[in-house]
């Protein structure tokens, strides 16, 4: 069982993002098929590719999270020792953590209102509660790697390890 949880924990975001991301490449290219060789276009496509592609951005802003990779501006931190970059990656860590606990708050407010009065979405006919839903589970997962990220830094300065940078786009 542990074994399984550290595989989801390492490759869980990656399969969730090629799942959505081969939904939204089979969907739309189906619908140019069908739209191009038979004059015939489905009303429902649109809607899938449009909610997976939702899901693709807020599970990647976790994996981001989760790997350091969100875009920033590090030339300061080269500059600086262990303990100082550490300190300013806990802030932001901190400061983030902050604003995706208020979004959470934000986003399942409009997820209750939705399923409350059980709105549906026009081309599938489900409830458009599974579609706002993406933001609450985007930020639900932004809010567990934020925690990892602090234990993570805190572990490193206790036991005098090299605080983790991230993985870099351009080396």
């Known amino acids: ?13 990656r399969w ?8 939204i490449v089979v969907t ?15 009303t429902w496509a649109e809607e899938v590719a449009r909610y997976a592609f939702i899901y693709l951005v807020w599970i990647g802003v976790a994996a981001a999270v989760r790997d350091r990779g969100h875009i920033r501006i590090d030339v300061i931190l080269g500059f600086l020792g262990n303990r100082a970059k550490a ?6 860590d901190f400061i ?8 959470l708050y934000f986003s399942y407010e409009t997820l209750s209102v939705s399923m409350k009065f059980g709105s549906v979405t026009h081309g599938l006919g489900i409830q458009q509660a599974w579609a706002l839903a993406a933001v609450p589970f985007g930020f639900c997962l932004v ?4 925690f990892q990220s602090i234990w993570r830094d ?4 206790r ?5 983790y940078e991230g993985v870099r786009l351009f080396d």
């Open 154 to 157: 805190f572990s490193d300065l």
């Open 87 to 92: 300190f300013i990656y806990l802030l932001g």
């Open 96 to 103: 983030m953590l902050f604003v995706a606990i208020l979004a």
């Open 143 to 146: 809010c567990f790697r934020l």
């Open 159 to 163: 036991n005098g390890r090299d605080v």
């Open 16 to 23: 969730l993002l090629l799942t959505f991301y081969s939904m």
């Open 28 to 42: 739309i290219g189906t619908e140019v098929i069908r739209r191009f060789a038979l004059s015939y276009s489905s």
């Open 1 to 13: 069982m542990r074994k399984i949880l550290s595989v989801i924990n390492q490759h869980g975001e």
